[in-house]
């Protein structure tokens, strides 16, 4: 699991530089036997290395090719944008769009984990992958914008549309990817991209250094501040340790608790619900506190709201189905992070009945960020996939991003509608929106229950209800 991979050193793998600075005291020593072995220790630890590649791929869900079919008759939402797939711009508007999210994946040969020998997170580190995807998408639309896509992407061959015939019943186009860790350019057709929008803003050069100092904060290096070895450390004290497994409802909390402790990112904050209830004036003192009178601070703070829920028993209720698509129209939501059953994924959009999602249960090697042009191409997905949303885990995270008070007023405003839609199937919704402060409301216990808590409990619902956490994935 933690042999090092000759194609590490150039992503400056600790293990690889050790190994290279070895071997090079042996060959003045040793001579020509040294070379020789060397030689053929290099052989073994590639087909060591391509053997745990393989099989970490495929043991975690990844093949050399995957199919993913999408409708051409069906629109379909990413993050809040529609796509019709009626021509050739929607398919590239969509293209360019998937490329450019963050991609977390498994990792190898990074810096040992602290007080621990893990140099990998394979087979249990996929949670706070899901989690680092989201908090990379927030923090894409909160330092640049939401439009913004990687410059790359443009160069890159992602999928290609099958034409539609009439003769086919289904009347459904073909996503045919290639494997996710290599990027082919362009060579069937030249994509039109002067008639895109936002041209402009994917050139401007201090986009691209501001998606690069994302990818530094989430790095596999003790001292990035959204990164593993950093979300590990803060999970301790909510009782979790290295290659534990953990929920969506703690690493939640662990990103509120790594964007409390960074000073790279001061304009925002993390919020995180309780028993299922957003409170309006806890949300409004995060977005603008206020002891903060400071012209720098009178514009007030970005937030993003994260709400831990649990759609069903052991597993997911249908009747919760149009309201997750809801959420994934509005501009708003940043993702959901949940997956299926013992198999965390980043939730990202939908078309019809059927999620799509970014998987991190992809062994990668180490990348070193600190080098000044490293390569990016592995933090970006060229293989769209998606999953039946009957076979979605029950318990999961919905994330959405409010830039200030106004954006927060009009983000309540659409989950009101959204939540007290005459179609929800539900007689109680996914969770609630209360004026006033959680302290405000006690339990007879001293825990803070909501009004539509307290609801559940009467009916015996929540009793019957599994812990989120007790249904962590791996």
């Known amino acids: 699991m933690n042999s090092v991979s000759p194609a590490a050193a150039q992503y400056g793998s600790p293990n690889s530089r050790r190994k290279n ?88 040969d990074f810096p040992a984990l602290e007080g621990t020998q893990l140099t990998t997170d394979c087979g249990w580190g996929c949670m706070i992958r899901s989690a680092q995807m989201l908090l990379a998408q927030a923090l894409l639309v909160h330092l640049v914008n939401r439009d913004w896509f990687w410059s790359e992407a443009l160069n890159t061959q992602v999928v290609d549309m099958d034409p539609i015939r009439s003769s086919s019943p289904s009347n459904v186009g073909v996503f045919t990817t290639a494997s996710s860790s290599s990027f082919q350019p362009s060579h069937h057709r030249r994509p039109q991209w002067e008639t895109l929008p936002q041209r402009r803003h994917l050139q401007h050069p201090q986009q691209e250094l501001i998606h690069r100092d994302i990818l530094r904060w989430l790095s596999d290096h003790p001292d990035a501040p959204f990164g593993l070895h950093h979300m590990v450390k803060l999970g301790g004290s909510l009782g979790k340790k290295a290659g534990d497994w953990y929920g969506p409802s703690i690493v939640a909390h662990i990103m509120r608790r790594a964007l409390e402790t960074t000073s790279q990112v001061p304009e925002l904050s993390v919020y995180v619900s309780q028993d299922c209830t957003v409170y309006k004036a806890d949300v409004g003192q995060l977005l603008e506190p206020e002891n903060s009178l400071s012209e720098k601070n009178r514009g007030g703070r970005a937030v993003i709201i994260l709400i831990p829920v649990r759609l069903g028993g052991e597993h997911f209720n249908p009747v919760y189905k149009q309201c997750i698509k809801e959420f994934l129209q509005m501009p708003s939501c940043v993702g959901i992070i949940g997956g299926k059953p013992k198999h965390s994924l980043y939730f990202i959009g939908y078309q019809d009945n059927h999620l799509l999602y970014l998987d991190p249960h992809y062994c990668q090697n180490y990348v070193d960020t600190s080098k000044v042009d490293f390569p990016v191409e592995s933090f970006h997905c060229t293989s769209p996939r998606k999953m039946s949303i009957m ?84």
Not at 430 to 436: A, E, Q
Request: aromatic content about 14%; charged content about 30%.
């Open 391 to 474: 076979k979605m885990d029950p318990s999961c995270t919905f994330a959405f991003y409010a830039r200030n008070r106004a954006d927060f007023g009009a983000l309540c405003d659409h989950l009101l509608k959204v939540l007290s839609s005459p179609s929800a199937e539900e007689k109680y919704p996914v969770f609630s929106i209360s004026d006033g402060q959680a302290q405000e409301f006690h339990a007879c216990e001293g825990t803070p229950l909501s009004s539509f808590a307290l609801a559940r409990r009467k009916k015996g619902t929540m009793s019957k209800r599994p812990s989120s956490d007790e249904f962590e994935f791996l």
């Open 21 to 108: 600075v070895g071997g090079r005291q042996d060959q003045a020593s040793m001579g020509y036997q040294g070379e020789a072995q060397d030689a053929e220790a290099d052989e073994v630890d590639k087909l060591k290395s391509k053997f745990l590649t393989a099989w970490n791929n495929v043991k975690y869900g990844w093949t050399v090719k995957t199919r993913t079919h999408f409708s051409r008759t069906s629109s379909l939402y990413l993050l809040g944008k529609h796509y019709h797939f009626r021509n050739e711009d929607d398919i590239d508007r969509f293209q360019r769009d998937f490329v450019s999210r963050v991609w977390l994946t498994y990792r190898r």
